[in-house]
């Protein structure tokens, strides 16, 4: 199965910052078939972008997700409070079961 | 709108086993498949399997296989997760989501709020 690894696994930033998220595969994913969510705490986890770049139906310009094969990037360009929350990658490549990345904790500085 | 509605929580003893229902409403059922995850306390998001809404065509992690069934009613809009022999590590909250799929796994945009298993003897 295809594992990801996304770095950092916390990161720490002052709102209006911008934010850099890394999902690694350890195989090219096919297609760019790679999403993103968002999970705030005691609440389910939200989409954010699907084919790598596409952003879901009513998320704010601010993100945007990036790359193929098996280099992936999710940027938020100007943090907001509301904002800090984890992310999680998941790649949905026909060839390997579902997986998603361990998480990136994004923190108030 | 878009609505997946889980079952209350639940409490199971080692061995036992736990269904867990995904009420469904706002779309068509049979466009659209089924995708359930699972998160254990303070841990990261876990995908246990997929039921596509066209012909119930159905796939499941390899790590899940032996002991999860997902199902569906069309006449309900439901979909079903059974998990058998359920272990201490099998507590977890599990979701239901709306994979955008009928056909394969894929993503998910609606989620359900999640169901609270605990084993415990």
């Known amino acids: 199965e295809i594992v990801l690894t996304q770095s950092p696994g916390t990161l720490s930033l002052s709102p209006g910052e911008r934010a850099t998220l890394s999902c690694r595969a350890s195989?090219?994913?096919?297609?760019?078939?790679l999403a993103w969510y968002q999970q705030k705490p005691g609440q389910a986890p939200s989409l954010l972008i699907f084919?790598?770049?596409t952003r879901a139906t009513g998320i704010p310009d601010r993100f945007s997700g990036s790359g193929s094969g098996p280099d992936f990037t999710l940027t938020i360009s100007r943090l907001e409070p509301e904002d800090f929350a984890v992310y999680y990658c998941?790649?949905?490549?026909?060839?390997?079961?579902?997986?998603f990345g361990q998480g990136t904790r994004l923190d108030i500085k | 709108q878009v609505k997946l509605e889980q079952s209350d929580s639940e409490v199971k003893e080692p061995g036992a086993s736990v269904k867990i229902s995904c009420k469904t409403s706002?779309?068509?059922?049979?466009?659209?498949?089924i995708t359930w995850v699972r998160q254990a306390p303070g841990q990261g998001l876990e995908w246990m399997g997929w039921?596509?809404?066209?012909?119930?065509?159905?796939k499941y992690a390899p790590k899940a296989q032996d002991r999860v069934t997902v199902t569906t009613d069309t006449s309900t809009t439901t979909a079903y997760m059974e998990l058998r022999n359920l272990r201490s590590d099998d507590t977890a909250i599990y979701y239901c989501?709306?994979?955008?799929?009928?056909?394969?796994?894929?993503?998910?945009?609606?989620w359900g709020q999640g169901t609270l298993v605990t084993v415990s003897s």
């Open positions: 989501a709306r994979d955008m799929s009928g056909f394969t796994s894929s993503w998910a945009d609606y």
């Open positions: 706002g779309y068509v059922f049979d466009s659209y498949g």
């Open positions: 039921i596509g809404g066209y012909k119930g065509k159905t």
């Open positions: 195989q090219s994913v096919s297609a760019n078939y």
């Open positions: 084919g790598a770049s």
């Open positions: 998941q790649q949905y490549d026909g060839s390997s079961p579902i997986t």
